[in-house]
């Protein structure tokens, strides 16, 4: 008996030791950074409409089946990413892909429109000296990238889509939000996907596509945006008012025939009638 409760004590410890454990390794990204993939729109604060601000940016590709994630920082020296896999989904040993830096160094980089339109326009990446670390704290993965002295610029990297028309992410660190919904697809409406928490707005692209976008989130939000096919509306209207005449017809017809009926009844009943008449006067 005392064996068995050892054997459990020991249990529960191991469980609650992997439950609590923390692993860090350094991830190491042997790629050729292909900066061209990228769109790196100047987001200037909604308050000034005049400098730069703290921008994360998800545009995402249904046909790529991917992720691309673009974020204006602003003197910043660490950078936390959560990676699809922490959500279900994503590969393991390659969380990210084609990380792009376009970034100077803080104290001698101006926060600027002149200056984040010079960088946007840089076909190679920026030679900066970070790290890159790959932790698990209370089951909990995520990346860290860790830069040697903060900078200012674009960061952009790529990750897997892996749940079509629904994308989730921890609220990042930034102060705002936006996501890029893939061209002719849509969200807002109740009976086919919204966006979560409310978003502060929505609006169009000069590419006509849709832009949800939140603003002072609270840092531990989970954010959602449930979306579909532009086209599903129409044809949703269209299947409606299908339906609507469909059922017009039905209750024309039965209306109809019920009519019909009762005048058979009637004719019946008046037949019956006479017949009884007859057979009472040969009596």
Not at 209 to 232: I, P
Request: with cysteine.
């Amino acid at each position: 008996m005392k064996k068995k409760a050892i054997f459990v004590l020991c249990l529960l410890l191991a469980v609650f030791a992997g439950g609590c454990m923390e692993e860090t390794e350094e991830l190491v990204l042997n790629e050729t950074v292909n900066v061209s993939e990228y769109e790196f729109e100047l987001f200037l604060d909604p308050d000034s409409h005049e400098l730069p601000a703290n921008v994360t940016t998800y545009y995402l590709l249904e046909k790529e089946r991917q992720i691309r994630v673009v974020t204006q920082l602003i003197n910043s020296s660490e950078i936390q990413i959560i990676p699809m896999e922490s959500l279900g989904g994503g590969p393991a040993d390659k969380p990210i892909e084609n990380l792009a830096l376009l970034v100077g160094p803080a104290n001698r980089t101006t926060v600027s429109v002149e200056t984040f339109g010079e960088l946007s326009n840089l076909s190679e990446v920026s030679d900066v000296n970070y790290t890159l670390l790959k932790e698990t704290k209370q089951n909990q993965k995520f990346i860290r990238l860790v830069f040697d002295e903060p900078v200012t610029g674009y960061l952009a990297y790529t990750m897997k889509l892996h749940n079509s028309q629904n994308f989730i992410t921890p609220n990042p660190p930034s102060r705002f939000v936006r996501v890029v919904l893939p061209e002719t697809y849509a969200t807002g409406n109740r009976l086919f996907g919204i966006p979560k928490p409310a978003p502060s707005s929505l609006s169009h692209d000069s590419e006509g596509r849709q832009v949800v976008f939140w603003r002072d989130l609270k840092k531990e939000e989970l954010l959602q945006v449930k979306y579909y096919k532009q086209s599903a509306m129409k044809l949703f209207l269209a299947a409606f008012i299908a339906l609507f005449f469909g059922m017009l017809l039905v209750l024309s017809s039965y209306s109809r025939n019920k009519k019909e009926l009762i005048k058979s009844r009637e004719i019946f009943e008046l037949e019956k009638e006479y017949l009884e008449a007859q057979k009472k006067k040969k009596k």
